[in-house]
């Protein structure tokens, strides 16, 4: 993966307001599922266009969900493959939402996510109280498909400005972290927490701007 020129595709939605006006659905999945194949910033606006022409649907709401859609995805893919990449690590065979790779034969799934403003404690406090935080993640987490009460890593990214969201784009200093994490990692760091009488062991990787 190019990681370099996927980080620069990345910040062109930079430019542009994010939102979502509207949940994920099957309906605009199905308009918008050109995202995974297309890494070019270019051509994805090219597809966005093709699309809304031929569905008549309304350009700002198609931009968003499809920009959006494409940006996590991408930003999620790398993610995954800096961990997969590093010898410490064992990609998942039978690949499933409750697995992407193993840690010292210890089965996770990851996720990165924006500091959640709704957790009411400040960035600095969560650092310091990450159990805090991690319950907070999993009592929170989307009743999606991606639902699960199993091992998870967290990517939690910061921007101090308020744009958490621009920070997944930022694949140089996520991996930086992500290998720091990797070379130094222990099972005694892990986090152990029980919910409705499973174990499950977790924990976070911090991204802020320098």
């Given at each position: 993966?190019?990681?370099?020129?996927?980080?620069?595709?990345?910040?062109?939605?930079?430019?542009?307001?994010?939102?979502?006006?509207?949940?994920?659905?099957?309906?605009?999945?199905?308009?918008?599922?050109?995202?995974?194949?297309?890494?070019?910033?270019?051509?994805?606006?090219?597809?966005?266009?093709?699309?809304?022409?031929?569905?008549?649907?309304?350009?700002?709401?198609?931009?968003?969900?499809?920009?959006?859609?494409?940006?996590?995805?991408?930003?999620?893919?790398?993610?995954?493959?800096?961990?997969?990449?590093?010898?410490?690590?064992?990609?998942?065979?039978?690949?499933?939402?409750?697995?992407?790779?193993?840690?010292?034969?210890?089965?996770?799934?990851?996720?990165?996510?924006?500091?959640?403003?709704?957790?009411?404690?400040?960035?600095?406090?969560?650092?310091?109280?990450?159990?805090?935080?991690?319950?907070?993640?999993?009592?929170?987490?989307?009743?999606?498909?991606?639902?699960?009460?199993?091992?998870?890593?967290?990517?939690?990214?910061?921007?101090?400005?308020?744009?958490?969201?621009?920070?997944?784009?930022?694949?140089?200093?996520?991996?930086?972290?992500?290998?720091?994490?990797?070379?130094?990692?222990?099972?005694?760091?892990?986090?152990?927490?029980?919910?409705?009488?499973n174990q499950i062991a977790s924990d976070i990787i911090w991204i802020q701007r320098p």
């Amino acid at each position: 993966m190019d990681l370099i020129f996927l980080e620069r595709e990345l910040k062109k939605r930079h430019d542009y307001p994010y939102r979502w006006y509207r949940k994920q659905n099957d309906l605009w999945d199905g308009y918008t599922n050109f995202i995974y194949e297309t890494i070019n910033w270019e051509t994805l606006i090219d597809k966005i266009k093709k699309v809304y022409l031929k569905y008549n649907l309304n350009k700002h709401e198609i931009f968003q969900y499809a920009a959006n859609r494409w940006y996590n995805f991408h930003s999620a893919r790398a993610v995954e493959f800096l961990f997969c990449n590093s010898d410490k690590v064992v990609p998942a065979k039978s690949k499933d939402h409750e697995k992407d790779f193993f840690i010292d034969k210890i089965p996770f799934d990851h996720k990165t996510s924006v500091f959640p403003e709704k957790f009411g404690y400040s960035y600095d406090w969560a650092v310091e109280n990450e159990h805090k935080l991690i319950r907070w993640l999993y009592d929170n987490q989307s009743s999606q498909k991606r639902f699960h009460l199993k091992n998870r890593l967290f990517v939690i990214v910061y921007d101090s400005e308020g744009n958490h969201w621009k920070m997944k784009a930022e694949l140089q200093l996520i991996k930086h972290a992500v290998e720091n994490y990797l070379q130094n990692f222990e099972t005694s760091q892990l986090h152990s927490i029980t919910f409705d009488g499973n174990q499950i062991a977790s924990d976070i990787i911090w991204i802020q701007r320098p």
